[in-house]
């Protein structure tokens, strides 16, 4: 499975930013997929994911105001970003797992995920 990244860039706060995840390879029995972030010096978070049963999550930080969705389709995974704060300024990955996830559960571990992107960057301007 390869996940490339992207949408990121530069954007004043208040903003709004999509990043977008492409799959691609051997995509079947993908479970669940997220966002990812990692601002210098800290460690990574889990921003978002989205199990293949439509269970989200969400870090309290970003609530109501980043959406995680996916274009089965497009084999696209996207994360829509409004309201962005100079805090949300970090690289952003695209993680997959095909290990089984509990229903109405979504992995929230980074060991979970088995293929990660190389990321894109979002830097948020105050």
């Known amino acids: 499975v390869q996940l490339v990244e992207s949408g990121g860039g530069w954007v004043q706060a208040g903003g709004s930013l999509r990043l977008s995840c492409a799959a691609s390879?051997?995509?079947?029995?993908?479970?669940?997929m997220g966002w990812y972030r990692q601002a210098p010096g800290k460690e990574r978070e889990l921003v978002a994911a989205?199990?293949?049963?439509?269970?989200?999550y969400y870090a309290d930080s970003v609530k109501g105001r980043f959406t995680i969705s996916r274009d089965n389709a497009k084999n696209t995974l996207y994360l829509q970003m409004n309201s962005l704060k100079p805090e949300d300024t970090a690289m952003y990955y695209c993680?997959?797992?095909?290990?089984?996830?509990?229903?109405?559960?979504?992995?929230?571990?980074?060991?979970?995920?088995?293929?990660w992107g190389q990321g894109t960057q979002v830097t948020v301007s105050s």
């Open positions: 390879g051997n995509i079947f029995s993908i479970n669940a």
């Open positions: 989205l199990s293949n049963g439509g269970s989200t």
């Open positions: 993680a997959a797992t095909k290990r089984t996830v509990v229903a109405g559960t979504t992995p929230k571990m980074s060991y979970e995920y088995d293929y």
